[in-house]
C-alpha cells in the first residue's frame, strides 16, 4: 500500500501560478509506477491532468493543461510536483495524486484512466478566481 500526501493548493487569481507537491511512502524501489495528479471540480467527473512514470520519467498531460502545467519528480525524495501556470478558472478543482505500480505502456495508454489507480491522496483544493 502506497500512501500519498499533497500540499499547496491555494487560492489564487487567473494567471497566477501554483505547484503542488505529493510525497510519496510505501512505494517498492524495485518496480515502476505510473505518478498521476488527477482534478474534480463539483459535479463533474475526475478527470486526469498529467502522469509521469518513475523509470523513465515519461509525462503525459492532457490537452487542456499543455503548454502549462509541468509534472516532475525525484525519486530520491519521493516527491511528484505539478508546477500550474496561467491558471484558468476552469482549472478550479479538488487535485489528486494517484499512484499505481505499471510499466511506461500501461501508464502511457491507460493511466489517465482513475480505475487504473488504487493508491489515492486526500486532495489539496485549487481556486482560481477571474
Known amino acids: 500500500q502506497v500512501q500519498l500526501v499533497e500540499s499547496g493548493g491555494d487560492s489564487v487569481q487567473a494567471g497566477g501560478s501554483l505547484r503542488l507537491s505529493c510525497v510519496a511512502s510505501?512505494?517498492?524501489?524495485?518496480?515502476?509506477?505510473?505518478m498521476a495528479w488527477f482534478r474534480q471540480a463539483p459535479g463533474k467527473e475526475r478527470e486526469g491532468v498529467a502522469r509521469i512514470t518513475t523509470g523513465f520519467g515519461y509525462t503525459y498531460y492532457t490537452d487542456s493543461v499543455k503548454g502549462r502545467f509541468t509534472i516532475s519528480q525525484d525519486n530520491t525524495k519521493n516527491t511528484v510536483w505539478l508546477q500550474m501556470n496561467s491558471l484558468k478558472p476552469e482549472d478550479t478543482a479538488m487535485y489528486y495524486c494517484?499512484?499505481?505500480?505499471?510499466?511506461?505502456?500501461?501508464?502511457?495508454?491507460?493511466?489517465?484512466?482513475?480505475?487504473?489507480?488504487?493508491?489515492w491522496g486526500q486532495g489539496t483544493q485549487v481556486t482560481v478566481s477571474s
Open positions: 494517484a499512484a499505481q505500480a505499471a510499466n511506461y505502456m500501461r501508464c502511457r495508454d491507460g493511466g489517465g484512466d482513475p480505475r487504473l489507480y488504487t493508491n
Open positions: 510505501g512505494r517498492s524501489s524495485y518496480i515502476p509506477y505510473c
